[in-house]
């Protein structure tokens, strides 16, 4: 008679129970810093942001440090539903039980800042824009545009720079940013 995996695993429990042989302790606060990163990705996945999950676990470890060791079958477990308890009680302080679930995520959605590819191609695409604009100008103009715009000489060392008074530099700065900024307008109307 072949027993069902129901009745073997019930078996096996009661094995354990029988042997009087019980895991050794552990310290759940030094469990917690030795698994860190992966408790912080379980609860980032629950949670929906890395640094919510962070701020969770490190009051998970706060409250796990003043609570002697104990004896736990699953560590793991124990101390995600730890942390997740924490993440609840956290919410409720902010007030946040009382929103809806899009005001929810909403709330845990950690925005990345970084730029898009779009966004990087715009902004390669107007830089050789700006690059093609430049090689475009007398050259004087454009020495003086790059000490002054990228190098930030003051005007008046690029006017001893170039040994020319302060106004023909300011006309001939003057001159290159109109050009370049009519070419940049230009190519974003493209």
């Known amino acids: 008679m ?48 890395a640094d919510w999950a962070a701020e969770c676990l490190h009051e998970t470890w706060i409250k796990l440090r003043g609570v002697p060791t104990r004896m736990s079958l699953y560590p ?15 919410m409720r302080s902010r007030g946040i039980e009382r929103m809806g679930r899009a005001e929810e995520s909403e709330l845990f959605e950690c925005k990345d800042e970084a730029p898009g590819p779009q966004d ?30 990228l190098e930030k000489l003051t005007q008046r060392q690029a006017a001893d720079r170039y040994a020319i008074s302060l106004a023909v530099l300011r006309r001939e700065l003057r001159r290159a940013e109109t050009f370049c900024a009519q070419q940049l307008a230009q190519h974003g109307s493209r």
């Open 120 to 149: 990087v191609a715009q902004a390669r695409a107007a830089v050789s824009a700006l690059i093609e604009a430049m090689n475009r100008l007398p050259r004087r103009q454009c020495a003086i545009l790059l000490d002054v715009r």
């Open 76 to 90: 793991t477990a124990y101390v995600r539903r730890v942390a997740h308890n924490v993440a609840l009680d956290m």
């Open 2 to 49: 072949a027993r069902s995996p129901i009745c073997h695993g019930a078996l096996r429990v009661a094995r354990f129970e029988e042997t009087d042989t019980h895991p050794a302790p552990v310290d759940l606060a030094d469990y917690l810093c030795a698994h860190y990163d992966k408790l912080k990705r379980i609860l980032a996945s629950q949670l929906g942001c």
